[in-house]
């Protein structure tokens, strides 16, 4: 999850810095340019400077595949990231994510299903979507976006192939989360690609009240077949596969420590030894 500072696999002032490539106008709060691109867009749509909109949603990409998240806060991305001394901050911003928006670039978290609900859960967030009216993006809403997710898609399904010889993998949701900086950058990610279909949730229940969460992966298509037993079987081993690596991470850690409390005596018995 990003934290409550804007920052994900590092700082967000520094990515921010980064991605301008030392651009002068960037830490001149009071020059002419740096006005000119945070200033609001004004008129109709087709009056507004296309590189300047550009910028601004290429800028706001970047940034983010420099801090490995897939979705932000709305708040930190028009207040936080490129705000500049003084609390400048760019007042087209929240036009830039409503055209962004308006393209499919960006989506509301709020408005995906989420997969782990019930299904007449997701049977009336489908309908209610459908009878519900567009509204504006508020400070409080997630912003997924898309590209990002569909990046991080591939870069999965990438690192999968390699120790899979099947056409789809059944993974557990620790492993998806992994791949995420965070828990709820995953869950967002998530909603998104199970409600395109690129990737299904599943869970059983084993022992109460202990549930197998699991995600299963297209590793060759772009769309993840219907959950089927075999899958729920399958999660079952994998969940076992990872918690016996886990108790023998335990053990390599408790046995390392052993060792070198043990190293540390004979040197001190040593050391006792030639003074005495």
């Known amino acids: 999850m990003a934290s409550n500072d804007g920052e994900g696999g590092e700082g967000w002032e520094a990515a921010v810095r980064a991605e301008m490539g030392g651009a002068s106008w960037w830490d001149d709060p009071d020059g002419a340019d740096l006005h000119a691109r945070f200033k609001a867009f004004t008129g109709q749509r087709r009056d507004w400077p296309e590189p300047k909109l550009l910028f601004w949603k290429d800028l706001l990409l970047r940034v983010a595949r420099r801090l490995r998240l897939c979705s932000a806060p709305a708040h930190l991305v028009t207040s936080v990231w ?129 549930e197998l969460q699991g995600v299963k992966f297209p590793l060759v298509s772009a769309h993840a077949p219907a959950v089927s037993k075999f899958d729920c079987d399958t999660l079952h081993l994998v969940w076992q596969e990872e918690k016996l690596q886990q108790q023998f991470d335990v ?18 018995a040593c050391n006792s030894y030639v003074l005495w």
């Open 82 to 210: 490129f705000a500049r001394p003084g609390g400048i901050t760019p007042l087209c911003l929240p036009q830039v994510l409503e055209e962004m928006r308006a393209d499919g670039e960006i989506l509301l978290k709020s408005e995906l299903i989420v997969p782990t609900a019930g299904g007449l859960y997701q049977l009336v967030r489908r309908v209610s979507q459908m009878a519900i009216s567009r509204r504006p993006i508020v400070q409080e809403d997630i912003l997924v976006f898309r590209s990002l997710v569909e990046e991080r898609f591939e870069d999965i399904a990438s690192q999968l192939r390699g120790s899979h010889w099947t056409s789809t993998c059944v993974i557990t949701l620790t492993k998806f989360n992994s791949f995420f900086y965070g828990q709820e950058d995953a869950h967002a990610a998530l909603c998104y690609l199970t409600q395109r279909g690129k990737a299904r949730y599943l869970a059983i229940r084993k022992e109460d009240p202990v």
């Open 251 to 268: 053990l390599d850690r408790r046995w390392e420590m052993l060792v070198y409390l043990l190293i540390c005596h004979l040197q001190f």
